[in-house]
């Protein structure tokens, strides 16, 4: 994360005092009215029938949210690709695919990795993609990957998550906060996930429950967290979660909440004696190992390089600096909600 993004974020955070602060979000408060009236005026566009979109020929889910930044869509569009798969359907997932200058990013790569068998298509018309996956790859299925904003492909089951640990953009839409939309825009939704479930407390949880239900009364809500799986390197090598105990951990990564990657791995007991972050989506370059290499040689010799999974197939890998890397692998446990979220994702199959 460079400087210029955490000045921002500590910005609107509020942890920034004094008179120029406040004049700074001030600011930032008269630049994000005119956003979120256009981005209100633009789904009443869409819902009025305005502004056309286009309907695919077989089911389409899309998994998105209300904020910038990650709220955990991978391992959701992961479990959600494995439930139809586990149906018998051919699915393949449809993304924008940011944070690439060539070929497949970083999301892309990593469902190739954990899901081989489920096709994943990225370009900025993902109408057209739609019709390439059903008439080319005889999709039954499509997942729209970080897609609750992009409304020129209709869909048949919105579902979108709550990132527990910052759920509301700081109350503001962007650049006051982090609101990609005003949080009404959550009525669209046809199921709710709380991701994170497990990293904040348990009335925290119930609050946040509490304001989904009002902004979309009767929507079915699921809690779920983000559980570590196992230590996985670029040979596909694993290690069970404990593999690494009492050795100094030092952790890098590139992704939407960096702090929720660190987190996690101090709920596993690492010690994290270094932590350092790149943008989201970083495209890792030439002299961005370099310097990994040269950061890496400044640990302990028995210290051992872990990232995200995300990070780690764009890297390709198996050691940085003579230490080892590994990567945390994740997948979404659904904790409660888990059958009406069943009844919803088999409903859009049985009346397509």
């Given at each position: 994360?460079?400087?210029?993004?955490?000045y921002f974020l500590?910005?609107i955070?509020?942890e920034?005092?004094?008179?120029?602060?406040?004049?700074?979000?001030?600011?930032?408060?008269?630049?994000?009215?005119?956003?979120?009236w256009?981005?209100?005026?633009r789904?009443?566009l869409?819902?009025?029938?305005?502004?056309?979109s286009?309907?695919?020929?077989?089911?389409v889910i899309?998994?998105g949210?209300l904020?910038l930044g990650?709220?955990g869509?991978?391992?959701?569009?992961?479990?959600i690709?494995?439930?139809?798969?586990?149906?018998?359907?051919?699915?393949a997932?449809l993304?924008?695919?940011y944070?690439?200058?060539?070929g497949?990013?970083?999301?892309?790569?990593?469902?190739?990795?954990?899901?081989?068998?489920?096709?994943?298509l990225?370009g900025?018309?993902?109408?057209?993609?739609?019709?390439v996956?059903v008439e080319?790859?005889e999709?039954?299925?499509l997942?729209?990957?970080?897609?609750f904003?992009?409304r020129r492909?209709?869909?048949?089951l919105?579902?979108?998550?709550?990132?527990?640990t910052?759920?509301?953009g700081?109350g503001y839409?962007f650049?006051?906060?982090l609101?990609?939309?005003?949080?009404?825009?959550?009525?669209?939704a046809?199921?709710?996930?709380l991701?994170?479930?497990?990293?904040v407390?348990?009335q925290?949880?119930?609050n946040?429950k509490a304001?989904?239900a009002?902004?979309?009364?009767g929507?079915p809500l699921?809690?779920s967290?983000?559980?570590?799986?196992c230590?996985i390197?670029?040979?596909?090598?694993?290690k069970?979660?404990?593999?690494f105990?009492?050795r100094p951990?030092?952790?890098?990564?590139g992704i939407?909440n960096?702090?929720a990657?660190?987190?996690t791995?101090?709920?596993?007991?690492?010690?994290?004696?270094?932590?350092r972050t790149f943008?989201?989506?970083?495209?890792?370059?030439?002299?961005?190992v370099?310097?990994?290499?040269?950061?890496a040689r400044?640990?302990a010799?028995?210290?051992?390089?872990?990232?995200?999974?995300k990070?780690?197939?764009?890297?390709?890998?198996?050691?940085v600096?003579?230490?080892?890397?590994w990567?945390?692998?994740?997948?979404?446990?659904?904790?409660?909600g888990r059958?009406?979220l069943?009844e919803?994702?088999?409903g859009?199959v049985?009346?397509p």
């Amino acid at each position: 994360m460079d400087r210029l993004e955490q000045y921002f974020l500590s910005l609107i955070r509020g942890e920034k005092r004094g008179i120029w602060a406040a004049l700074q979000r001030g600011g930032l408060r008269v630049l994000s009215e005119p956003y979120g009236w256009a981005m209100r005026l633009r789904n009443r566009l869409y819902d009025a029938g305005w502004k056309r979109s286009r309907r695919a020929p077989v089911p389409v889910i899309s998994v998105g949210n209300l904020t910038l930044g990650g709220t955990g869509k991978t391992p959701c569009v992961e479990y959600i690709a494995r439930f139809y798969r586990d149906l018998d359907l051919r699915v393949a997932v449809l993304s924008r695919g940011y944070g690439s200058r060539a070929g497949r990013n970083d999301e892309a790569l990593l469902l190739e990795e954990n899901l081989p068998d489920v096709p994943h298509l990225q370009g900025a018309d993902r109408a057209a993609l739609a019709a390439v996956a059903v008439e080319e790859l005889e999709s039954e299925v499509l997942i729209l990957d970080d897609g609750f904003q992009h409304r020129r492909l209709q869909r048949d089951l919105d579902v979108v998550l709550i990132d527990a640990t910052a759920p509301w953009g700081h109350g503001y839409v962007f650049p006051r906060g982090l609101l990609r939309e005003p949080v009404s825009g959550l009525r669209r939704a046809g199921a709710v996930i709380l991701t994170r479930c497990d990293q904040v407390g348990p009335q925290e949880v119930e609050n946040i429950k509490a304001r989904a239900a009002k902004l979309a009364p009767g929507i079915p809500l699921a809690l779920s967290s983000h559980q570590p799986a196992c230590w996985i390197n670029s040979k596909q090598e694993v290690k069970a979660l404990d593999g690494f105990s009492g050795r100094p951990v030092a952790a890098f990564c590139g992704i939407g909440n960096p702090q929720a990657f660190r987190r996690t791995l101090l709920n596993l007991g690492a010690d994290i004696t270094a932590f350092r972050t790149f943008p989201d989506h970083h495209d890792y370059a030439r002299s961005d190992v370099e310097e990994l290499r040269a950061w890496a040689r400044q640990q302990a010799t028995e210290c051992v390089v872990v990232t995200t999974q995300k990070d780690l197939v764009k890297l390709r890998l198996d050691r940085v600096g003579d230490r080892e890397l590994w990567a945390l692998r994740i997948h979404l446990r659904i904790d409660a909600g888990r059958e009406e979220l069943a009844e919803k994702l088999k409903g859009i199959v049985r009346n397509p």
